[in-house]
């Protein structure tokens, strides 16, 4: 074998091929990404050097137990300083052990001091806050991390386009999740927003209507068959119930039928109906109850669907 064949079949554990990097400016050559810069094989034009690694500062080969990893956390959009903060500890180290008095007074003083240097301006401790209340509304709905990311982006898009002058900053962030939970099609009503929010519901309405209008949000419209399961669930209605109100809403749905009614209190009438079809009993302040309307409402939407499609 030839010393030009082994160089060939040698395998460089820095360079790998970037089949996104395109051609060379220069003479349209074959391009070559490495840990240290991007250049052509042809003419030898380094295009571009010195790039950031966002990865480990070294690989490891053992268990996770023994990972020598230093990286710290991901950056996340909950935090106002993207969890680039570093949390001061109290009374123990590293290995657990209880520190000494002089030592804990010490630590005592460099949180202080990390308080007041938290912020730089007005502007990120309004932002901090927010993203707390954010936060905190998600965790009592029990949202997904990647809802309570997106609602802390729609509140950082709704500060930076000074959305936030005039209002409060606890209608804004609870405007942020329910504008959220719009956009991704989740069962949750504005009604479970305002238990949790720290603000007036005509504040939370107008904070989102201003939300909705400025930052034109792709809000679909809220379906009833979508409450169908959360409102079965509640109760505790056998399946073939919530079959059979799925059926009901969805066909309503197609026939325009539900064009301008209340979802949930639809999504109420759907069950009741089926209940009724199926012989299994619920009554109707039952499902008033779950879904927030009133009899009343759930009486009219079933004689509705009685009349077109029982």
Known sequence: MAISDIYETTFDEDVQD????????????????NTVETVCDDCGLVIDEQPIDRGPEWRDYGDAESNPERTGAPLTPARHDRGLSTTVGRNTDANGNTLSGDKRRQLHRLRREQRRGRWRSKWEQNLA?????????ASCLE??????????????????????????????????????????GLTWTVDDIEEYARCEFSSLRNAYKVLNRELNLPTPP????????????????????RRQAEQFAETSERDGAVTGVQPTGFAAACLYTAAQETGCYVTQTDLAEVADTTPVTIRTHHNTLLNQYC
């Open 143 to 184: 949202l997904g991390d990647g809802v309570r990311n997106q609602a802390c982006q729609l509140f950082r898009s709704a500060q930076e386009e000074d959305l936030l002058r005039g209002r409060s900053i606890d209608s804004m962030a609870a405007a942020s999740v329910y504008g959220t939970i719009r956009c991704n």
């Open 18 to 33: 970037d089949e996104q990097a395109g051609q060379c400016p220069e003479c349209d050559g074959h391009v070559r990404t």
């Open 129 to 137: 806050h927010g993203l707390g209340e954010v936060r905190r509304i």
């Open 222 to 241: 809220m379906r009833p068959a979508a409450f169908v399961g959360r409102f079965a669930s509640a109760l505790e209605l056998p399946d073939r119930v």
